[in-house]
């Protein structure tokens, strides 16, 4: 299990590099090394993040046309109405795709390999890109059930998937 | 008004991708890959009237035609920018035969150059991408292909084995081009599951090798080309489609936009998979150029696994497939690696690809790809008679 060990740490609340909701890529807490790069809310995905913060997964969706939508975005990218309000999702997905990182694209994810990447779909129908917790890399497969929990990274949370069980 | 037999490709270019470029500025790559060009279309300078450049990230963000014009003293009467990642070569092509259909220009270059040191300059992207995922260690384009290829396996029992025979058939192939990065160093399928695991269930030998480089293309009306130095070879078909920027937006994961984009160009170009005698398509990963010979039409949709092992993507062979040895054995010189699909068939239509010379071609699809099967451009392209 030390792949879990380890994709549990990639974004564990010890603080390593956490750099805020700023988003700044400094900030590192190792000394010559990079911090791990926060969100960068914009206004339209504040209230995202705010909600990540206290622990809640939240979606937008539409009036006009009743579909929710994830990332946040000013306006519906399915019918244009700008008559979307903020929903809570439940929390429960299934696995899309995934992979297992042995070499990272940013220097700041050097020492969590192999961690598990994932897209999973919310049963509300977005999809987002997100960390498998808790699961083994050897036995992650798609359409896995999931579920949302939080992990706090810097002044915000990261919402990451474990099995649902 | 179609853009069927409007315009055609009448001067080439490449300089060939290497690992690193010292002592080189980029508007200097895209000078010298310009001029190479326009020198093997027989054409001066002055006959220059159109001009299409891409993104420079980082060195020069913005005015980047008139950046390119001025460099090359070029005075032209239509210029742009075209961003489609890998797409941008073959989204190039068709622009300029629009341009020149339209009467806005007559002769348009077409030309990407990028260079590369020891050390990359890390993206300052602030958008949904660098938001959402960026934050969970999902940078760069190797998770994302990986997330396509561990779709693909699963839904269609696609396996590593299958897959590495990509880059051992492009390897194969690049053993007869000289500029290729890897000549002299073909692989097999054991050489590819040994090399190292990046991102599963992609291997280091299944992933480009970035690079620096050059390649650019001409393009004038049809009526003009025939007065070219070299036989011209005419744009027949074309589509585009642009989706998505995060994998995690995408319509699907195991058909990529290009199928639609390639059967628009089918049909502009009366032509289908079948009529085909060459194949210059887009290769960042063995599993982008999978997904794309099911795109073409070439083999049934999940099948593409098993029907690797039945054909031959020699010069010599069934199906000639990237003769050259692809992106995969050439390396990548940025987006200059999209715009090689281009050249490659051009001079493989035109019969001036020396040793690796396909024989009597006269039809090729071209496709080009941009970040993760988000920006799709496909060409017919054809041999004048």
């Keep these: 299990m030390t792949g879990t060990d380890r994709a549990g740490g990639a974004n564990g609340p010890a603080g390593r590099g956490g750099t805020g909701g700023t988003g700044s890529t400094g900030g590192a807490s190792v000394p010559g090394k990079p911090g791990k790069p926060g969100p960068t809310p914009v206004p339209a995905s504040e209230p995202f993040w705010a909600a990540a913060r206290r622990g809640e997964l939240l979606l937008q ?29 439940g929390g429960r997905a299934r696995v899309w795709t995934y992979t ?32 498998l917790v808790r699961v083994d890399p050897a036995e992650a497969y798609v ?3 999931v579920r949302a929990e939080f992990a706090p990274r810097g002044d915000t949370a990261l919402v990451r998937f474990a099995p649902d069980v | 008004m179609s853009l069927r037999g409007a315009a055609a490709v009448v001067g080439v270019a490449e300089v060939p991708p290497k690992r690193t470029t010292p002592g080189v500025s980029t508007l200097d790559m895209i000078a010298r890959t310009a001029a190479a060009a326009v020198r093997d279309a027989g054409l001066e300078p002055g006959a220059v009237d159109g001009l299409l450049v891409g993104p420079q990230v980082g060195e020069t963000p913005q005015h980047v035609p008139a950046t ?40 348009a270059l077409c030309v990407l150059g990028n260079v590369r040191g020891e050390t990359q300059p890390r993206s300052p992207n602030r958008n949904p991408i660098r938001e959402f995922d960026v934050p969970y260690g999902g940078s760069g384009a190797n998770q994302a292909y990986a997330m396509v290829a561990t779709r693909h396996m699963a839904e269609f029992g696609t396996t590593a084995e299958q897959l590495a025979r990509i880059p051992v ?7 007869l081009n000289p500029d290729a990065v890897f000549h002299g160093r073909p692989l097999t399928v054991a050489d590819v599951l040994a090399s190292p695991m990046v991102v599963e269930p992609l291997h280091l030998l299944e992933a480009v090798m970035p690079c620096g480089g050059g390649a650019a293309v001409v393009v004038t009306g049809a009526r003009h080309a025939r007065r070219a130095r070299h036989a011209p070879v005419l744009l027949r078909g074309a589509g585009e489609r642009v989706t998505h920027r995060a994998l995690s937006q995408a319509p699907e994961l195991t058909t990529s936009p290009l199928a639609a984009a390639i059967a628009d160009a089918y049909t ?39 029907w690797l092992a039945d054909h031959d993507f020699s010069h010599r062979g069934d199906l000639p497939c990237n003769p050259h040895g692809g992106q995969l054995a050439c390396g990548q010189a940025d987006l200059a690696g999209g715009m090689a699909h281009v050249v490659e068939a051009v001079r493989q239509l035109r019969g001036t690809a020396g040793e690796r010379q396909v024989h009597g071609p006269s039809l090729a699809l071209v496709t080009g790809n941009g970040a993760t ?13």
Aim: aromatic letters at 6%; a negative charge; proline letters at 6%.
């Design chain 1, 61 to 89: 969706r539409c009036r006009g046309c009743g579909r929710h939508q994830h990332y946040p975005r000013v306006l519906c990218a399915h019918c244009w109405s700008e008559d979307l309000e903020w929903v809570r999702a």
């Design chain 2, 169 to 175: 058939f492009e390897r194969a192939n690049a053993q």
């Design chain 2, 268 to 306: 502009m170009a009366g032509a289908g998979p079948g009529d085909l005698d060459l194949l210059s398509l887009y290769d960042c990963y063995s599993i982008m150029l999978a997904v794309t010979l099911e795109d073409a039409g070439l083999c049934p949709k999940g099948a593409v696994g098993p």
């Design chain 2, 68 to 107: 390119v014009a001025e460099y090359l003293g070029l005075r032209p009467r239509f210029a742009d920018l075209v961003d489609l990642g890998g797409a941008t070569g073959a989204g190039m092509v068709w622009r300029a035969a629009a341009a020149v259909a339209a009467g806005m220009c007559t002769t």
């Design chain 2, 373 to 385: 099967m988000s920006e799709e451009t496909a060409l017919v392209l054809e041999a004048a008679s």
């Design chain 1, 100 to 131: 297992v990182v042995h070499r990272p694209g940013h220097p700041a994810w050097a020492e969590d390999v192999p961690y598990l990447l994932a897209i999973v779909e919310l049963a509300e129908g977005p999809r987002l890109l997100t960390n």
């Design chain 1, 143 to 145: 359409g896995m059930a």
